[in-house]
């Protein structure tokens, strides 16, 4: 077996991350909005959503 093959085996068998996982991956402060009150989930939103900005500006 070739190291290609074994790579990809080895990535199949990884559990793959859920996609909230994802977000809170890329968007840390998405992680903890249960733990938040109002006021400070509208501030992680708010941060987002310009990180999204950013990168609809930059393409």
Known sequence: MSD???TSTDAMNEPQATPVE???ER???LEHLD???D???IESFRSVLSGLKREL???
Do not use: F, G, I, M
């Open 22 to 24: 994802k977000l809170c």
């Open 57 to 59: 500006n930059e393409e």
């Open 4 to 6: 290609n093959e074994t």
């Open 39 to 41: 006021e400070e989930r």
């Open 27 to 29: 968007y840390p402060e």
């Open 35 to 37: 733990e938040q009150d």
